[in-house]
């Protein structure tokens, strides 16, 4: 059974401050891994899409890793800022089903 | 503009009856999906239509029914038969069922009272 997890949950960092979140999933069988943000009350929008081919993907300030041997990725941001703050969920989807399985999310913090 | 609507916002139901959610995209995609978010659980995938006239129960399905007439629409009935109904409700849709990226509406918030 496929299973995701982000670590950490939380994470509150002053403004201007690069960071890296984690998502690690159990089986290595997927199409790709996709990073959402989500802000409170709304729906996900969509920020990084990896295929399981690929190794990364960059997009602005954000840019997001993948190695798939290891059920890794990270999601790193660059000159953080209070704009920033919101939950951040990655989810992977399934090579045999093609669904997608979502980890709980970290909720980062980005403090003026 | 292209993407996902999803209507109403916020959804009072009474306990015993059912209430359908909207969920329309203008985007051209095959493959449209139903989850459910509840706190400290993350998303669960209700329903799933990879194309018209067809569909596909997910994790959740109990309590819940769809339909797939139309390539824009797949609203969501959540049946008096669904036991803890009140959550957040998200619609999504992608081009391909496997491989592309997947995007999402604005949510419905249902609340049983």
């Known amino acids: 059974k496929q299973e995701v997890t982000q670590i950490p949950a939380a994470l509150s960092v002053p403004e201007g401050e690069n960071l890296v979140l984690n998502c690690s999933f159990t089986d290595s069988a997927i199409y790709n891994l996709q990073w959402f943000r989500q802000d409170p009350g709304k729906g996900l929008t969509s920020l990084l899409l990896?295929?399981?081919?690929?190794r990364e993907q960059t997009s602005g300030r954000l840019n997001a890793s993948l190695d798939k041997s290891s059920g890794r990725s990270t999601l790193y941001i660059a000159a953080s800022q209070p704009g920033d703050s919101a939950t951040y969920l990655c989810?992977?989807?399934?090579?045999?089903?093609?669904?997608?399985?979502f980890g709980q999310g970290t909720t980062l913090q980005v403090k003026p | 503009d292209g993407g996902i609507t999803q209507s109403p916002k916020y959804l009072f139901r009474k306990e015993g009856q059912n209430v359908t959610l909207s969920c329309e995209q203008n985007?051209?995609?095959?493959?449209m999906y139903w989850y459910r978010q509840d706190p400290g659980q993350g998303l669960r995938l209700i329903y799933y239509?990879?194309?018209?006239?067809?569909?596909q129960k997910g994790d959740i399905a109990e309590g819940y029914s769809v339909s797939r007439e139309k390539k824009e629409s797949f609203p969501l009935t959540v049946t008096s038969a669904q036991k803890n109904p009140t959550a957040f409700y998200l619609c999504?849709?992608?081009?391909?069922?496997?491989?592309?990226?997947?995007?999402f509406g604005p949510g419905t918030r249902l609340t049983v009272l």
């Open positions: 990896i295929q399981s081919s690929q």
């Open positions: 999504a849709s992608t081009y391909s069922h496997s491989y592309n990226e997947q995007f």
């Open positions: 989810a992977v989807k399934k090579a045999d089903t093609g669904k997608l399985i």
């Open positions: 985007l051209n995609h095959d493959a």
């Open positions: 239509s990879q194309i018209v006239n067809d569909f």
